[in-house]
């Protein structure tokens, strides 16, 4: 039987309940105990482009920065589902000539922005579909680029079996505290490796991005305390303007990233805090939502941070001519776990 989790959001129109999107969250410590959680906290989830800060790290502990002259923004673009906007593309290109990696070598198919402006732009001018555009691009420029400096082979670089999938796979692993074999394997849209791991897990390797003196392996420690710093200091880059991942990662005290299909993380540097959590219909609109009425039950102290997420996702329901005809609402209740 399928877990569908508790209703997180409810959405009405006219006084009559519309929607209920339904979901997990969880949200452990230190300790990697589980604090609170709302559904399942073991609930098994594919982390999709969650994941991108772990499979940037291999690149960055061999690196490939310093070897190929990369600078900030270009090493934060390995972390991004970015959209294609010209900044993006910009330093995508960049990235691409100090590395001397075409687009030829992506696995990612040819595509148009996921930013609509951009992409009516480009359809505009008559510019056809770049790989480039691909969300996932800078994810693959890092790992071409570590592949192309240990001269290892390019042709499969998103196998499975490749060296630096299998690298990625043990960092997974070491920062999830989930042996390999009971990681779930599958391939994600762009033709990379993803893994399904328990939300309670997700959430502790996000706790670990914010803190990484967690981390006992210095080396994977240096790697995401200056990878995580880069993501806070070049948020943009991360994903693209309006969107939930810079809205949060311009709060120097969080760490987040979500994926496709619903799932969302974040860790809390002073509170010591990751939180994971899973929207059942895959859907992201509620995200904003969600996670602003979690900060808000966690008494987070910086407001400014909630009400941006708030502007993200409003509670009003507009038409096209503007009018208000409906609501949404978060209806969940953190459930804390008594020691």
Not at 69 to 83: C, D, F, K, P, Y
Not at 88 to 102: D, N, P, R, Y
Not at 120 to 126: K, L, M, P, T, V
Not at 244 to 268: E, M, R
């Amino acid at each position: 039987m399928v877990d569908l989790g508790k209703v997180l959001v409810e959405e009405s129109r006219g006084g009559w309940l519309e929607c209920a999107y339904t979901g997990h969250i969880v949200g452990v410590n230190e300790q990697a105990e589980t604090l609170f959680h709302v559904g399942n906290p073991d609930y098994v989830s594919f982390m999709r482009s969650s994941s991108k800060p772990v499979q940037a790290l291999p690149a960055l502990m061999a690196g490939v920065p310093e070897h190929y002259g990369l600078n900030e923004e270009e090493i934060v673009l390995m972390t991004a589902s970015h959209r294609a906007q010209q900044f993006h593309v910009q330093a995508l290109e960049s990235f691409m000539k100090k590395t001397g990696i075409t687009e030829e070598q992506f696995v990612c198919k040819p595509t148009y922005p996921l930013n609509s402006a951009a992409r009516d732009e480009r359809i505009a001018n008559g510019q056809p579909p770049r790989s480039l555009y691909h969300n996932c691009s800078g994810k693959h420029l890092g790992v071409l680029s570590l592949c192309k400096m240990m001269g290892w082979s390019t042709h499969d670089y998103a196998e499975p079996e490749h060296p630096v999938q299998q690298q990625v796979l043990r960092l997974m692993s070491q920062l999830a505290d989930v042996p390999v074999e009971q990681i779930k394997l599958g391939t994600d849209g762009c033709g990379f490796p993803v893994y399904a791991i328990p939300i309670r897990n997700i959430a502790l390797l996000y706790l670990r991005l914010a803190c990484p003196d967690l981390i006992a392996d210095e080396q994977v420690r240096r790697a995401i305390t200056r990878l995580t710093g880069l993501m806070n200091k070049h948020p943009l880059y991360v994903s693209g303007t309006e969107l939930i991942c810079p809205t949060l990662l311009q709060d120097p005290n969080i760490v987040a990233k979500g994926g496709a299909k619903g799932i969302y993380c974040f860790g809390l540097r002073e509170q010591r805090m990751g939180i994971a959590f899973k929207v059942m219909d895959g859907s992201e609109d509620q995200w904003p939502m969600i996670a602003a009425d979690i900060l808000q039950q966690l008494e987070y102290p910086t407001k400014a941070t909630i009400e941006r997420l708030k502007k993200l996702s409003p509670a009003e329901t507009k038409n096209d001519n503007a009018r208000v005809v409906g609501l949404r609402k978060p209806v969940f209740t953190l459930e804390w776990i008594k020691k």
